[in-house]
């Protein structure tokens, strides 16, 4: 996703700010410092009991996330990469369906997202997402190089609706707005403008880039193994899942700078786990199917 508007006018309004303070002293310089810290204060409280930094609502991240899911399908269908067998289609559309309806009856205000999932015909990619408002997209390089199970792809699908579940892409906006906002505080301070706004500018698109955070990857992993046991799927596919994961590359980056926890340790979380997820749903009832739609 871009960065939002909100991000690029933030900064402008600041390095006006900036600008201005420049020309008044030190006294006005203090007054937007502190302008700066206020903003940052803004924080709310996660599905896990963490705190988060807010400074986008759930409902902009949605809007935006819906605008960045229309360009990016509309984009796929162009170039043909918007794959259309009735039976993947069906695949997805069954498991995803049924972590949907566990996803509301855990979050009733989701019941009116607009559930649905783009199948990308890239055999090459591993990988799914998950935007705000439930818009999702699965790459059919999960299935040829991984060869999943339906439970498999469940805790896959699970982990990455967590992702909105836990309103990740606000508060990974809000991350970027304060990135932002802190390093140009920093640069009023010191009256160094023009090294805050580039410092500025290469924190936000780094805070763009990594997607989420390291808490938030194992906290979207505690939900979606959850949301997956719920829906009738076993819990014990998180571990292997990642056990193939693991296998599939032996490169990989550092996991300080990967954000996502590294497959051997994401594992041991994951095990740990599943006796409590079995327990909730100890006959694996498979959950009733809510309505997803397939983009083609």
């Known amino acids: 996703m871009q960065i939002p508007q909100a991000i690029s006018t933030l900064a402008s309004a600041f390095a006006n700010a900036v600008a201005s303070s420049r020309a ?17 204060s803004a924080c709310t409280t996660s599905p896990t009991g963490r705190s988060q930094l807010m400074l986008i609502s759930p409902e902009s991240a949605i809007v935006q ?26 695949r997805v559309a069954t498991i995803t369906g049924r972590l949907v309806t566990e996803a509301i009856a855990m979050y009733p205000n989701t019941a009116d997202w607009e559930w649905s999932v783009a199948i990308i015909d890239d055999d090459e990619t591993v990988n799914a997402w998950c935007m705000a408002g439930g818009r999702m997209a699965a790459y059919t390089g999960l ?31 809000s991350r970027a707005i304060a990135i932002n906002v802190g390093v140009i505080a920093a640069g009023v301070a010191s009256d160094h403008h023009g090294a805050a706004m580039a ?14 955070s390291r808490v938030a990857e194992a906290e ?9 046991a719920r829906a009738g799927y076993r819990a014990d596919a998180a571990v292997t899942l990642w056990e193939k994961m693991g296998s599939l590359s032996e490169e990989r980056p ?34 009733a199917i809510s309505p997803v739609t397939i983009v083609r």
């Open 143 to 173: 299935f040829e190089q991984l060869q999943l199970t339906d439970d498999e792809f469940a805790q896959i699908m699970g982990h990455e609706i967590s992702h909105a579940l836990a309103n990740h892409t606000a508060e990974r906006m």
């Open 65 to 90: 996330s819906k605008q960045a899911y229309l360009s990016t399908v509309g984009e796929l269908g162009k170039e043909n990469k918007l794959v259309d067998d009735p039976r993947m289609a069906d």
């Open 220 to 228: 979207a992993d505690r939900i979606g193994i959850e949301l997956a």
């Open 199 to 212: 410092g500025a500018a290469v924190a936000a698109k780094l805070a763009l880039e990594l997607p989420n």
């Open 254 to 287: 550092p996991e300080f700078m990967s954000t996502h926890p590294a497959p051997e340790n994401r594992q041991a979380a994951l095990q740990a786990l599943v006796p409590e997820m079995r327990a909730l749903n100890p006959t694996g009832t498979k959950a």
């Open 24 to 40: 008044k002293g030190a006294s006005h310089r203090a007054l937007i410092v502190v302008a700066c810290l206020s903003v940052l």
